[in-house]
């Protein structure tokens, strides 16, 4: 459904992750003078640089330490600052968008907050998310999973937790939503959206008319990481011990990791973890949950919004692998397992990694000659 522009109201754009997130923030980045020209807010956020790096996620995750629950601003706010001024004057419509909030509305006490904080300010708040089919959602999160070297499992694993949690469970990611008076739900198929165009879908949920004139802004996103990435991750994984991504300085190892595989060109053999017997089961398990969903929301049978799919197994063996490739991965997944076993030391005593030269220039004459240009073109949303 589609909130009228009448009365200033706050979109708040959910996600769920893979869902084309990073492609509807960098559409509303890209057209932010236009839209405040027609009456719409969007918080600049210093860390974007031009492309929506973390989108308005840092609202979400500190929404309890800075809103009271009567939906004041605690002492020492510094974030939800801005949105007040603005909520305040109830001139302008409040867009919101980053797939952190597909967390932050599943915990009560968040969602109390935040649609408190708008209420005392009149606004009523329109929550736009889009739903889709699992295995394909389950298996791009999973190679997000690995190449950020945050999870130590193996596929099947990652797809017994998500059922565990609900995470792509429509019914149980939106329970705190799902006929919440005081909230209106405006949800999409992420497959039929994309197929007419996600950012003008997202456009009209927002109020916007198909001639609003906003222009349609180069896709930019992470590469895909393809099977030797998911491979030299799941290596490092092996190799290393502790939560990495807690790491004070896990940020520029994974930076430098990601250097790697981009310009050697690993992204382009895609990975996949499913096969035709996973998916099936995967698409049974979630069918009723699916096809209630849908009538009840989308108007619609899931199968006709996610047509049946075939899949291939795709995986990096190493034992089909030339020396070469051996070869190549190993100085990668040396070098990063070095820079985390370094910073783990360092970090120890209260100090920090530095990337000393020698340990790239040793990387560096591992891998020879054998890195190539990064793909020019970023692929669409997967």
Known sequence: MTAGPARPTCFLHMGPPKTGSSTISHFVEGNIEELERRGYFVPRMP???GRPQN?????ANVAL???EVDGTLKPGATLWTELEEVAANGEKHIVLTNEAFAFSLREPAKVDAILTFFERHGYPVTVIAYIRDQPSSLNSSYVQTQKRLYARQTFDEFVEEAAERGRVDPWRLLEHIIDNPRVTLSVGSFEKAMKSGLEADFARRIGLPDDAGLKPVPEVRNPNAGIKTVYAAQ???RQTTGTLQKMPSYKKIYRRFRKHFETLGWTDDAY????QERYAQIREFYRDSNERFAKRFLNADWADLAPDRT?????FDPERASQEELDEIKAVVDEIVTLIRRAQRAESKGGRLKFFKKVKKKAAAKLGRRKKKAPGAAARVA
């Not at 996949?272 to 096969?275: E, K, R, W, Y």
């Open 311 to 315: 899949y291939k197994r795709n995986v």
């Open 47 to 49: 860390s974007l640089k």
């Open 272 to 275: 996949v973890g499913l096969d």
């Open 55 to 59: 989108g308005h996620g840092i609202f």
């Open 65 to 67: 330490n800075e809103l």
């Open 235 to 237: 290596e490092i994984l």
